[in-house]
């Protein structure tokens, strides 16, 4: 993959997936951006990426606001003198169960996933239909938001939110040549590395280079930051223009295409439903076969 020429900006750079992206966008030739909110943590990416002979500059400050957006944007430009694509992949979490979750849990989240991206993605757009020539939006997505998860109302609204966006941006966006896609990642990283059944191996292949068993590389889909970042480079690359409103999951040796939301069972009653109508069709008509949600228990 040759991303020599372009510009990226990745949010949450400093560290976790974000570094993982930055790195290898970096390597492919890409000048990048890196955001975080941590100055240390985007200066160390920043270092990194240039000792491995990669251009980089930092740009720190919180996501969520239009200022931050519009100052990632100009620092590009600045920097670089153009933009191609904005990798949206800063985030924090504040898990609690719905009756005990407050309204600065919910917000805190959604202001850092949902306007965060929702932000940064206008600032980008605006400079990439005004520059000509396309570009790339990058989002993330998570298994929490395509399935819903325990404890976290705030995150999963969010991440539903922007799968949501990604589809509506394809349709807008399509014309300038600009595409849009989330990354559905799984990998090891703060976030994720305390989750029980896969805390002993992460453990293991951080301390001494263990690499993670083929029940988490395929049967969980979990690996590193770095499995993830390949599919951020792919779809960076001219080799990904006509990919556009997808959900594209990822993690260890696992590649995978996301459903979209969709009508999977109808009937229809003439002159339309009443509620005892519903209440007597609907175990043998939509209601036979429930959908299913949730993200399924790790098997190992
Ligand atoms: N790790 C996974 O398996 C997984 C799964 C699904 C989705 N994701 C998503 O991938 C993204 C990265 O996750 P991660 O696991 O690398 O997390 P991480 O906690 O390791 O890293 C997140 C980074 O974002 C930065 N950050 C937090 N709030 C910020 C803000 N307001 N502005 C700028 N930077 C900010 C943090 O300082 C940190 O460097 C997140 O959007 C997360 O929801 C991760």
Known sequence: MDLNGKVAVVTGGGRGLGLAYAKA????GA????N???AEAAAGAVEEIGAAGGRAVAEVGAVGTAETAEALVARAVDAFGRLDAMVTNAGVLRDRVLWKMSDEDFDTVVRVHLRGTFTC???????MREQGGGGRVIVAGSPAGQRGNFGQTNYAAAKAGIAAMVRTWAMELAKAGITANAVIPVAATAMTRTIPAFAPHVDALERHGTPLPDALRKGEGFGTPEDVASLVVYLASDAAAAVTGQCVGI???KLALWSHPQEVSVAYADGGWSADAIAAAWPVTVGRVPETYGIPAPRI
């Open 31 to 34: 000048a990048v951006v890196v």
């Open 251 to 253: 993690g260890g040796d």
């Open 121 to 127: 993605v206008r600032a980008a757009v605006a400079r």
């Open 36 to 38: 975080d909110l941590d």
């Open 25 to 28: 966008l970096a390597a492919a």
